[in-house]
Antibody, heavy 125, light 111 residues
Framework: EVHLVESGGGSLHPGRSLRLSCTAS???????????MHWVRRVPGKGLEWVSG????????YYSDSVRGRFTISRDNAKNSLFLEINSLGPEDTAIYYC???????????????WGQGTLVTVSS | QLVLTQSPSASASLGASVRLTCTLS???????IAWHQRQPEKGPRFLMK???????RKGDGIPDRFSGSSSGAERYLTITGLQSEDEADYFC?????????FGGGTKLTLL
């Protein structure tokens, strides 16, 4: 069973930058690089918002309109790790950030079949 | 525009059954979706993928009480024999060209 663990969240002032990490484990027949990965966030009390996705080989990256230009997704397959760089943090970025693994493919355009437990980012002056 | 619509809330009694609905936007009625569950204070959990023909593929360890089906642009999640741990948020997900979309989620309350 694939296990995803996010880290790097915290409380920050507006305008600061942050790097979130997601470490994956539990791969058996396939490797971390065989699967696309995504970041999704949830504002407490609200629904889920897709943030960004990346292909298994990092060739393809996707961003939602609300974060494009400020967020950068990347991965290190040798370390089974996924990252999200967030610049110019604003109060609207306050949320729990989850990483999610795509089922069956290295293409980002498919459904998610594993999730992490999330890491909380709070932006406040 | 690719949109998923869910009712904000649903309620049912312990031991009863409930069917949750996720509706795809017009022009996207043949899309597959995935159902996920988020219990309080936990990360989301993948339940199943539901195709337009009603076939579905469940995640590892998902009980037989959970099933999926389809009718037109509607995708359903049916839970039978409701248990206390089923009280959770349920949301659907679909995917398009360079985009992932989530429904607003349905909060299931057990009476």
């Amino acid at each position: 069973e694939v296990h995803l663990v996010e880290s790097g969240g915290g409380s920050l002032h507006p305008g600061r930058s942050l790097r979130l990490s997601c470490t994956a484990s539990g791969f058996t027949a396939f490797t971390f690089g065989d699967y696309a990965m995504h970041w999704v966030r949830r504002v407490p009390g609200k629904g889920l918002e897709w943030v960004s996705g990346i292909s298994g080989d990092s060739d393809i990256t996707y961003y939602s309109d609300s974060v494009r230009g400020r967020f950068t997704i990347s991965r290190d397959n040798a370390k089974n790790s996924l990252f999200l760089e967030i610049n110019s943090l604003g109060p609207e970025d306050t949320a729990i950030y989850y990483c999610a693994k795509v089922a069956e493919t290295s293409n980002p355009g498919y459904y998610f079949d594993s999730w992490g437990q999330g890491t909380l980012v709070t932006v406040s002056s | 525009q690719l949109v998923l619509t869910q009712s904000p809330s649903a309620s049912a009694s312990l031991g009863a059954s409930v069917r949750l609905t996720c509706t795809l936007s017009s022009d996207h009625g043949d899309y597959a979706i995935a159902w996920h569950q988020r219990q309080p204070e936990k990360g989301p959990r993948f339940l199943m993928k539901v195709n337009s023909d009603g076939s579905h593929r469940k995640g590892d360890g998902i009980p037989d009480r959970f099933s999926g089906s389809s009718s037109g642009a509607e995708r359903y999640l049916t839970i039978t024999g409701l248990q206390s741990e089923d009280e959770a948020d349920y949301f659907c997900q679909t995917w398009g060209n360079a985009i992932q979309v989530f429904g607003g989620g349905t909060k299931l309350t057990l009476l």
